[in-house]
């Protein structure tokens, strides 16, 4: 089983300002198989990132995601009051479980 | 417009059973590989089961396996999940997803809550 872990759980920035998030697998993932959500309170998540790097139509190119092997980022170049959400990184894999999800980093207001 | 519209949540007590549908428009299901995906109250998001395009294959999270069983008519262009032995750890929303591209979730409902309460 691979596990993700995303660090760090919260983030606390300004608005403006750049966000790196980071998502740690056990165990080495192909790049086609990471993929990034968002989701706002009291909404379902939204596909933000796949194949590690390919943004989802509707979201502005401040959002971009990068890396390999078992390091995966998403980096949010100027951060605007709509992107403070909480981030999930997911990967579809050949063993049980099918997906797994990192158990979230929250990007707060400062 | 893709749209997928969960139903059939709802408060049931520990032992229980409840079927979730999830009605899709704008996409026709045949053509989607679908999962079922849920969040517990102030938690992250797990994976519970899958279903291919055909239905020829499907697989369940080992955390339901035995309990939960995800179905699919693609001519009603729906999908379910039927839940017996329910427990307290099943509280949760519950999204249906899917999309072309079986590796991620294009598409998600709004969810549907399941409570497991006595």
């Known amino acids: 089983e691979i596990v993700l872990t995303q660090s760090p759980g919260t983030l606390s920035l300004s608005p403006g300002e750049r966000a790196t998030l980071s998502c740690r697998a056990s165990q080495s993932v192909s790049s086609s198989d990471l993929a990034w959500y968002q989701q706002k309170p009291g909404q379902a998540p939204r596909l933000l990132i796949s194949g590690a790097s390919g943004r989802a139509t509707g979201f502005p190119d401040r959002f971009s995601g990068s890396g390999s092997g078992t390091d995966f980022t998403l980096t949010i170049s100027r951060l605007e009051p709509e992107d403070f959400a909480i981030y999930y990184c997911?990967?579809?894999?050949?063993?049980?479980?099918?997906?797994?999800f990192g158990q979230g980093t929250k990007l707060e207001i400062k | 417009q893709v749209e997928l519209v969960e139903a059939g949540g709802g408060l049931v007590k520990p032992g229980g059973s409840l079927r979730l549908s999830c009605a899709a428009s704008g996409l026709s299901i045949s053509d989607y590989y679908m999962s079922w995906i849920r969040q517990a109250p102030g938690k992250g998001l797990e994976w519970i089961s899958y279903s291919s395009g055909s239905s020829a294959y499907t697989t369940n999270a080992d955390s339901v396996k035995g309990r939960f069983t995800i179905s699919r008519d693609n001519a009603r262009n729906s999908v379910y999940l039927q839940m017996n032995s329910l427990g307290v750890e099943d509280t949760a929303v519950y999204y249906c997803?899917?999309?072309?591209?079986?590796?991620?979730?294009?598409?998600w409902g709004q969810g549907t809550l399941v409570t497991v309460s006595s």
């Open positions: 997803a899917g999309g072309d591209n079986y590796e991620v979730f294009e598409s």
């Open positions: 997911q990967q579809h894999g050949s063993s049980r479980p099918m997906y797994s």
